[in-house]
C-alpha cells in the first residue's frame, strides 16, 4: 500500500480523481484492494499554515454472496454484494471501520492489517448486522491491546445478533459453514468522539437507515465520512426492516451525513472499486424515493419489484429489493 512521499494537496487529490481510472488498483473476482488517491485519502493541507492531518485512510473491498435466497430469476449476473471496510491511519497508529461476515473474508482482513504495519487502537463497528462485526474476534485476538467500540445500541443490536439461536436460525442457514467459530461484541463507547493519534473521529448517531441505531463515523481534519450502510453505491438496499416511518428517517440520516459536508463518502456496500463520491448521498435519497413511490402504486411483491428493477436495473444484489419487496407487500409471500 505505497503513498505518494510527498502528499498532494487537496487540489490536487481533487484533480488526481477527475482522471479516474488512469489510477492502479488490484482486483480480483472475489475482492478489491482500493490503493489509489482517487479512493484512498491522503492528508489534508489546510492553506495558510495552519494544521495539517496526518491522517490517511483506505479501503478493502470483498464481494460475497447475497444474504437472500429464492429471488425471482433475472439478474443473475448481479446476485452479489460487497461489504467494504476501512482503515483510517496516521504514521504509526490506525482505526478499523467495520470487519467483514465470514472466516475465510475475517482472515485476509486480518493480514491486510498488518501488512499495514499500523498499530491497530480501535475496531469501530458502525451498527449491528453481523456482515459489520463478524470479524471482530479474530481481529481482537491478534491485536489484543486494540478495543473494539460501538454505541450502546449498536453494542445491544449485537449482542442479539450473536445469540447463539439468532446465529443457527438467521446466519448459519445463510452462510453454512462460512461464519468465524467464535463470536464477540464491542465495547460500548464512553461519549461520541475518540482519537486517532489526536485527531478527532465524531460518532453520527443516524437513527434507522438499514437496520435501526445505525450510525456513521466522521473524522473533520479530512472530510471522511465513513457512511456504515447509511449510503450505497449502485446496490440495492436493505430495506426489509424498513416501513415508512423507518425510510423517512433514513432521509433524514442522509441529511445528516450531507450537512457534514464530507469530501468522501464511504459506502458500506458498494462496487468493487468504489469511488467513495459524496453523490451517493442523493443517489441514496432517490432510490428511497422510488420505492415509496413503488409501495405506493403496486399492490404485490412482485409488481413492486420489477417496478423498482425498471427503475435501477444495474444496482447489484437483487436479493435485497426481493427482501424488501416481501416485507413491504407481506400479503404475497413465497412459499
Ligand atoms: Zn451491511
Known amino acids: 500500500m505505497s503513498t505518494n512521499s510527498s502528499p498532494p494537496t487537496r ?11 488512469a489510477l492502479g488498483s488490484i482486483t480480483s473476482a472475489s475482492s478489491s484492494i482500493v490503493n489509489s488517491a482517487r479512493a484512498a485519502g491522503t492528508a489534508d493541507h489546510i492553506a495558510k499554515g495552519k494544521r495539517i492531518s496526518g491522517l490517511e485512510w483506505k479501503l478493502l473491498t470483498k464481494r460475497r454472496m447475497s444474504a437472500t435466497q429464492g429471488v425471482p430469476p433475472g439478474k443473475e449476473d448481479l446476485a452479489w454484494v460487497t461489504n467494504t471496510v476501512t482503515l483510517i491511519h496516521g504514521p504509526r497508529d490506525a482505526v478499523l471501520v467495520d470487519t467483514f461476515l465470514s472466516e475465510q473474508h475475517s482472515k485476509e482482513l486480518l493480514d491486510w492489517v498488518v501488512a499495514s504495519g499500523k498499530n491497530l487502537t ?27 467500540i460501538a454505541t450502546a445500541s449498536v453494542v445491544a443490536a449485537i449482542q442479539d445478533q450473536i445469540k447463539p439461536e439468532y446465529i443457527r436460525s438467521f446466519w448459519e442457514p445463510r452462510f453454512p459453514g462460512q461464519l468465524p467459530s467464535q463470536l464477540t461484541a ?3 463507547i464512553k461519549g461520541d468522539t475518540f482519537y486517532l493519534e489526536g485527531e478527532e473521529l465524531k460518532v453520527v448517531e443516524l437513527g434507522h437507515t438499514d437496520t435501526s441505531h445505525s450510525t456513521a463515523l466522521y473524522v473533520p481534519s479530512i472530510g471522511l465520512a465513513v457512511s ?23 432521509l433524514r440520516a442522509l441529511d445528516k451525513i450531507e450537512a457534514l459536508h464530507p469530501q468522501t463518502v464511504v459506502a458500506g456496500h458498494g462496487v468493487l472499486d468504489p469511488d467513495s463520491s459524496p453523490r451517493h448521498i442523493e443517489e441514496t435519497r432517490r432510490y428511497l424515493r422510488d420505492f415509496d413511490a413503488c409501495v405506493g402504486r403496486t399492490s404485490t411483491a412482485i409488481a413492486l419489484y420489477k417496478a423498482m ?6 444496482r447489484v444484489n437483487p436479493g435485497s429489493l426481493w427482501a424488501a419487496a416481501k416485507a413491504a407487500k407481506p400479503s404475497q409471500k413465497q412459499p
Do not use: M
Open 11 to 21: 487540489r490536487s487529490v481533487l484533480k488526481i480523481a477527475a482522471a479516474g481510472g
Open 122 to 148: 480501535t475496531i469501530y463497528v458502525t451498527h449491528g448486522h453481523g456482515d459489520h462485526f463478524f470479524g471482530l474476534k479474530l481481529l481482537l485476538d491478534k491485536f489484543p491491546n486494540a478495543k473494539g
Open 186 to 188: 464491542p465495547e460500548v
Open 228 to 250: 456504515g450502510d447509511g449510503v450505497y453505491n449502485n446496490t440495492h438496499l436493505y430495506l426489509a426492516e424498513c416501513d415508512q416511518a423507518a425510510r423517512d428517517e433514513w
Open 309 to 314: 428493477l425498471s427503475l435501477h436495473p444495474n
